[in-house]
Each structure stands twice: as structure tokens, then as C-alpha cells.
């Protein structure tokens, strides 16, 4: 979560003083200057609101209370090392935003392949769900769907290439496991790309299998 030093930083970044971020977020002026200078903690919900205000004015939150506009275009994860700093991305995305993932695999079961400590990143996972501000939806051809995080089904599609994305927030990533060295993600910091194959993911979650064993 945003620090109050962090709020005040990235209000002044994105040119709002605090009454303009209160008609934001919907809260009054006094709670922000109150945030912002420590007086009070933010609930979950409250910060929440604030976070996502400023995600929409591609403005994001870093380690040590760092602040910086989102960098755009492109940026490739490849190989088993360079995953996991892509899984790591995700994942403090969603610590700091909260929201859904959509993940579409031809072989979910890859990702257990290429993940470092798959345990350590199930119990995280399940840990952000479990707060209610995180969801989690795998679409896959090919799985043990036995996740405990995210909501499973079956694709109805067959036979594609070893491929996967991840529609998450404003970013998409395109991730192929047939590239050498695997995997290979190409990370696109692009909300109409994301909105796109999240659009596309609907429409095949509509048209899913439930898990005979989940039924």
C-alpha cells in the first residue's frame, strides 16, 4: 500500500491539489490531508479508491516510497529468471490495486514448469484473494485445475501453440512457451490492449467448461 508521503508526491505529480484528489476519490478534503500527513491510517476500501485514482492518471507507486508517471510502450521478460521478476510484477500490482486477473493458457501446468517456489507463490496468491480486493480467473485447454486461488475452466478451443496471456488492470502480457529460451513475455503497458483480450476472455469464459471435478 501507498505511504502518505507517496500520496502527497504523486498528487503534486499529477497537478491536483487536495481538494481536487477529494472530488476524486469521493472523500473530503480533511481525510486526505489526514492521510497524507500520517494522523490516521486509510481503510483497505479507502486507499483502494485512491489507488485506482491515480491509476487512471498513470501515475503508480514504487518501493521506498518511490512515485513515477507509468512507463509506457513495452518491456520482454525472457527466460526462467526473467519470469519470475514478471510474476513479481503482477503480483505487487495486485497488492497495490487490487482487481482481476484473467488468464488464458493452452497448458496451465507450464507455468508450474518455469514458477520458482510454486507453493510460496500459491499461499501468496490465495493470501491477496482472500482479502476480497483480488479475483483471479484461468481459462485453460490443458490443467490439473486443483488451483486454490482462482476460479477454473475448461476451453473449449484445442490445439493452439504453447502459448498464454494475462489481462490484468491496464497491462497485458502475451506469453509463449515455444520460444528458446522459454518462456518468453512480451509485457505491454496498454489499457485498450488489456480492456481488448479481456473483452475476448469474457466472451470464452462464457463458453467454458466447468471442471467435471469442480462441478
Known amino acids: 500500500m501507498a505511504t502518505g508521503t507517496q500520496i502527497r508526491i504523486g498528487r503534486v505529480l499529477a497537478g491536483w491539489d487536495a481538494k481536487t484528489l477529494a472530488e476524486l476519490t ?20 479507502t486507499m483502494e479508491k485512491i489507488l485506482r485514482v491515480f491509476d487512471d492518471a498513470e501515475i503508480e507507486f514504487t ?39 484473467c488468464i488464458s493458457a493452452s497448458d496451465e501446468r507450464l507455468f508450474l514448469k518455469y514458477r520458482k ?10 493470501a491477496l484473494v482472500d482479502t476480497g480486493r483480488v479475483k483471479v ?5 490443458e490443467s490439473n485445475f486443483n488451483s486454490i486461488f482462482a476460479e477454473m475452466r475448461k476451453s473449449a478451443q484445442k490445439g493452439t501453440a504453447p502459448t498464454s496471456f494475462y489481462a490484468f488492470g491496464k497491462c497485458l502480457a502475451l506469453i509463449s512457451f515455444a520460444h528458446t529460451p522459454s518462456p518468453y513475455v512480451v509485457l505491454l503497458k496498454s489499457g485498450p490492449f488489456a ?7 469474457n466472451e470464452s469464459w462464457g463458453l467454458a467448461e466447468i471442471p ?3 462441478q
Open 137 to 141: 480467473r484461468i481459462l485453460a485447454e
Open 117 to 126: 517456489e510454486p507453493e510460496v507463490y500459491r499461499q501468496r496468491m490465495k
Open 195 to 201: 480492456e481488448a483480450y479481456r473483452q475476448a476472455f
Open 212 to 214: 467435471a471435478e469442480k
Open 63 to 101: 518501493e521506498n516510497e518511490g512515485v513515477r508517471r507509468r512507463p509506457e510502450g513495452v518491456e520482454i521478460f525472457v527466460g526462467h529468471e526473467r519470469f519470475h521478476e514478471f510474476t513479481e510484477f503482477v503480483y505487487q500490482h495486485l497488492v497495490q490495486y487490487g482487481g482481476e486477473v
Open 26 to 45: 469521493g472523500l473530503s478534503k480533511e481525510s486526505i490531508l489526514n492521510i497524507e500527513r500520517g494522523t490516521f491510517r486509510a481503510r483497505p476500501a
